[in-house]
C-alpha cells in the first residue's frame, strides 16, 4: 500500500477519534455542536448559582448522549450541591 507518513496518521487519528471502529459513521458537526451548547450552558449556570437551569442543560445533554459518564456526574454533583443548599 502507498500511505505516506501523513496518510497513515490521519487514518489512526480517525480511527481513534471513532473508537477504533471503521465502520462507525462520524458523529455530525451539528449534533457535537448542539452538546457542546448544552454543556457549556449547563456548566455556565452552575456557575453562576442557578442550579435549576444548570440541571435542565444538563438533563437536555443527556437526552443527546445517555451514556455520557461526565454528563450523570455532572448532575450527580448538582444533586449533591443543591441537597447542601438545604441543610
Do not use: C
Request: charged content about 30%.
Amino acid at each position: 500500500m502507498g500511505y505516506t507518513l501523513n496518510g497513515l496518521f490521519s487514518l489512526l487519528l480517525r480511527f481513534w477519534i471513532r473508537g477504533f471502529d471503521p465502520q462507525a459513521k462520524p458523529e455530525s458537526t451539528k449534533r457535537r455542536r448542539v452538546r457542546n451548547l448544552h454543556r457549556n450552558l449547563g456548566l455556565f449556570h452552575e456557575r453562576t448559582g442557578n442550579l435549576e437551569e444548570a440541571k435542565k442543560e444538563l438533563h437536555s445533554l443527556l437526552v443527546l448522549a445517555p451514556n455520557d459518564a461526565d454528563t450523570q456526574k455532572a448532575l450527580a454533583a448538582l444533586e449533591r450541591i443543591r441537597k447542601a443548599q438545604f441543610r
